[in-house]
């Protein structure tokens, strides 16, 4: 089945800072990719998506584009913010036996310091 | 609009017991899916239901069983407890359930066995 690799933290920056989060996949066929936010005691929430290759997903200052020659969706922000602190996961559609699933990476816990 | 809703948030369950779970999805989405997240984890894939049939099932055992009704609410059972069962439950909803679909996921259950 389809999996997912993203870089291991604690990630932790300072407030201003350039980000990037490494997300690798490996997959057969065409999936979706997804990059989900949790912030502390909560659920996922959708931070940005890309359907097909070369696509560019974007939210909230995010960006991530998919990168079939690489099997890649790395995140990044040009300048973080105190308030992005929270847990990020790369995911991607694994379409078996006809089923909507989500493969979901480890994820990536990032605290920005003021 | 109100999004996916999750009750009950936070529960304590002794080894052995059984528990119920429940979902709605946004309005107007057709397919629910379970996930379970244990702590430091990324969500895992239990079930996806669409017009009230099983789609798809994760590798977990027969313990875990899930229904859909009428109005796509959906319930997600667990049966004979076990210590390992201890973690976050998610409930997702989509509006096809197709992949590609966007998928939506509550608050979550925080389930503790004891």
């Known amino acids: 089945g389809n999996s997912v690799t993203q870089m291991e933290g604690p990630v932790t920056l300072s407030e201003e800072a350039f980000l990037t989060i490494n997300c690798t996949y490996t997959?057969?066929?065409?999936?979706?990719l997804f990059w989900y936010v949790q912030y502390p005691g909560e659920g996922l929430q959708l931070l940005l998506k890309?359907?097909?290759?070369?696509d560019k997903g974007s939210n909230k200052g995010f960006e991530a584009t998919y990168r079939k020659e690489t099997t890649s969706f790395h995140l990044e922000k040009g300048s973080v913010q105190v308030s992005d602190s929270a847990v990020y996961f790369c995911?991607?559609?694994?379409?078996?036996?006809?089923?909507?699933?989500?493969?979901f990476g480890q994820g990536t816990r990032l605290t920005i310091n003021p | 609009d109100a999004g996916v809703t999750q009750s009950p948030t936070h529960l304590i369950k002794t080894r052995g017991q059984h528990v119920t779970l429940r979902c709605s999805p946004i309005?107007?989405?057709?397919?629910v899916s379970w996930y379970q997240q244990v702590l430091g984890q990324g969500p895992q894939f239990i079930f996806q239901?669409?017009?009230?049939?099983?789609?798809g099932r994760g590798n977990f055992p027969d313990r875990f069983s899930a229904r859909q009704f009428p109005n796509y609410s959906s319930e997600l059972n667990v049966n004979a407890l076990l210590l390992g069962d201890s973690a976050l439950y998610l409930c997702?909803?989509?509006?096809?359930?197709?992949?590609?679909?966007?998928?939506?996921f509550g608050e979550g259950s925080w389930l503790t066995v004891v």
């Open positions: 997702a909803s989509s509006l096809a359930g197709y992949s590609g679909n966007t998928i939506y």
């Open positions: 995911a991607l559609t694994d379409p078996i036996q006809g089923a909507q699933k989500l493969v």
């Open positions: 890309a359907t097909k290759a070369d």
């Open positions: 309005s107007g989405h057709k397919s």
């Open positions: 997959a057969t066929g065409y999936p979706s």
């Open positions: 239901y669409y017009e009230k049939e099983e789609r």
